[in-house]
């Protein structure tokens, strides 16, 4: 069965820091792999996806993720922390057939200090 | 451009009673999922539909149902509330053989 798992469940940086929020994944066949982000009260947008072509995949506002076999993980990072960066952010393993579903890590809460 | 449109934003339940959430997939759309967040979790796969039929299921009991209509729209149904059924309820919504889900705004539920 396919699982992630999401390394921390809250980390804190200062602003113009570089975020690291860690993901590993299980999964017998490569997967997909997503990265999303969710505000206060509001549902999920997704950050960035892997779907097998590049192992360094860049995603919106400034996020990328890279994609490693061997250590089985998909870290999302972004060089320099904003404050609007704060959310929660949930790593997501899919199979690759045609109507598979979405399995979610637990999430890590990323606030940002002034 | 709509995305995904869930109904209510927000209700109370009691125990016992019945419950019905509603979801409207993005323009284009013709496959719709559903998820349970509970506080402090990540969301939980419940079901997907796609041409009216449930083509997956998660680990939830059979008071969880859903349909789908032929306009894609979608409704969630648990009977019996349990407080533990207290979450936000996040409808996603892609295109079958594809993995680009959008997700709606959610759904959040409160039993008492």
């Known amino acids: 069965a396919q699982s992630v798992t999401q390394l921390g469940s809250h980390v804190s940086v200062s602003e113009g820091a570089l975020v690291l929020l860690r993901c590993n994944y299980s999964s017998s066949v490569p997967p997909y792999l997503f990265w999303y982000v969710q505000y206060p009260n509001q549902g999920l947008q997704l950050l960035l996806k892997?779907?097998?072509?590049?192992?360094l995949v860049k995603g919106i506002n400034g996020f990328e993720a890279e994609f490693k076999k061997s250590e089985t993980s998909f870290h999302l990072t972004k060089p320099s922390a904003h404050m609007s960066d704060a959310a929660e952010y949930f790593c997501a393993v899919s199979e690759r057939s045609s109507a598979s579903k979405i399995i979610f890590g637990s999430g890590t809460r990323l606030s940002i200090r002034p | 451009d709509a995305g995904v449109t869930q109904s209510p934003t927000h209700l109370i339940k009691t125990r016992g009673q019945q419950v019905t959430l509603r979801c409207s997939p993005k323009s284009g759309h013709d496959t719709v999922s559903w998820y349970q967040q509970a506080l402090g979790q990540g969301p939980q796969f419940i079901f997907q539909y796609y041409e009216e039929e449930e083509r997956q299921r998660g680990n939830f009991p059979d008071r969880f149902s859903g349909h789908q209509f032929p306009n894609y729209s979608s409704e969630l149904n648990v009977n019996a509330l349990l407080l533990g059924d207290s979450a936000l309820y996040l409808c996603?919504?892609?295109?079958?053989?594809?993995?680009?889900?959008?997700f709606g705004s959610g759904t959040r539920l409160t039993v008492v």
């Open positions: 996603a919504s892609s295109v079958q053989g594809t993995h680009g889900y959008t």
């Open positions: 892997y779907t097998s072509a590049a192992t």
